[in-house]
């Protein structure tokens, strides 16, 4: 069984995307619109494991996955998909894992809440490597 590290260098950062997806019955709010305000991770830290040999190896590298988010902060499961590989099967699967303990507030339009397609970027970044030793 391959080992998993749990340690604060997997950096979450939050991006919506301005995908219309109304055509597939996804709601068509998007950052670009006016009042709309983008879901927030409200995690107070990674719920993405970090594969062991990879950080043992330095490897550094982003996910870009693609999530569907209810208006009550609800990821639907069967909606995530990788939209931007990091190039490393396993940090790939490492943050897909992590989706479902992930915790959103969910996405506004004009200050009510609904539900979204966005774009959910896992960076893992290894201390080593970077010139101050933190995450970046």
Partial sequence: MRRLLRYPLVLITL???GVDGADQGDPPESSTEPGF???VLINPESPVEYPL????????ASVILR???????I???ES???AES???PPLDSA???GISSMSFAPARQNGRPVATLFLQPIHFKHPARSESGEIL
């Fill in 67 to 73: 999530l569907y988010l209810t208006e009550q902060g």
């Fill in 37 to 39: 305000e983008s879901p």
């Fill in 86 to 88: 990091s190039g490393y």
């Fill in 53 to 60: 040999d990879l950080f043992e190896q330095e490897v550094e």
């Fill in 80 to 82: 995530t998909k990788v």
């Fill in 75 to 77: 990821v639907v499961p």
């Fill in 15 to 17: 991006t919506a995307c």
């Fill in 95 to 97: 943050a897909l894992a």
